[in-house]
T-cell receptor, first 111, second 114 residues
Framework: EDQVTQSPEALRLQEGESSSLNCSYTVSGLRGLFWYRQDPGKGPEFLFTLYSAGEEKEKERLKATLTKKESFLHITAPKPEDSATYLC????????????FGAGTRLFVKA | DTGVSQNPRHKITKRGQNVTFRCDPISEHNRLYWYRQTLGQGPEFLTYFQNEAQLEKSRLLSDRFSAERPKGSFSTLEIQRTEQGDSAMYLCAGQTLVGDTEAFFGQGTRLTVV
């Protein structure tokens, strides 16, 4: 069965302290891996799509990478406004049309 | 702004009542998804439409849940005889038919069953 697992569940950083969030996936025939940001009480906001191992994408302080088993979201010199829940999701050949989401990593950045 | 709007944003209802939520994607979103999200969890897939056709439903979607997308534009999700366990955020997402691209979410409808 397709599965997406994110770690850690929560991460507390000081402003400027770089770190990485992990997303492990077991999806047959991966067709796309997505990263979203979600603020409390709001819908997920799209960040990145990755399609194949070795692919990398960047946006401001965020960089997403993909291997055959994992994806990482690297946060460089985070600011308090980066505090949010970061969701990873995967879409494969055997899951029909559904995208499987992980439980998310709650990031807290302290000034 | 993703262009996907959901109404209402919040709904409080008594157990046993019926509720209906609406999702309006942009015209390019031939694909439309409904998800449910509870506190501390990621969104869980409920159902998928391609234009007006409902092509997939999750086992999570009991007989009390029904979704429609008449004319392939807006969509509605109805829950009959609500239970306290139905309390959650209901999210709608739109996606184009071009390749395996990302889906764009609305702001969700927060349902509280009392």
């Amino acid at each position: 069965e397709d599965q997406v697992t994110q770690s850690p569940e929560a991460l507390r950083l000081q402003e400027g302290e770089s770190s990485s969030l992990n997303c492990s996936y077991t999806v047959s025939g991966l067709r796309g891996l997505f990263w979203y940001r979600q603020d409390p009480g709001k819908g997920p906001e799209f960040l990145f799509t990755l399609y194949s191992a070795g692919e990398e994408k960047e946006k401001e302080r965020l960089k997403a990478t993909l291997t055959k088993k994992e994806s990482f979201l690297h946060i460089t010199a985070p600011k308090p406004e980066d505090s949010a829940t970061y969701l990873c999701a995967a879409y494969g050949n055997t899951g029909g049309f559904k995208t499987i989401f992980g439980a998310g990593t709650r990031l807290f950045v302290k000034a | 702004d993703t262009g996907v709007s959901q109404n209402p944003r919040h709904k409080i209802t008594k157990r046993g009542q019926n509720v209906t939520f609406r999702c309006d994607p942009i015209s390019e979103h031939n694909r439309l998804y409904w998800y449910r999200q509870t506190l501390g969890q990621g969104p869980e897939f409920l159902t998928y439409f391609q234009n007006e056709a409902q092509l997939e439903k999750s086992r999570l979607l009991s007989d009390r849940f029904s979704a429609e997308r008449p004319k392939g534009s807006f969509s509605t999700l109805e829950i009959q005889r609500t239970e306290q366990g139905d309390s959650a955020m209901y999210l709608c997402a739109g996606q184009t038919l071009v390749g395996d691209t990302e889906a764009f979410f609305g702001q969700g409808t927060r349902l509280t069953v009392v």
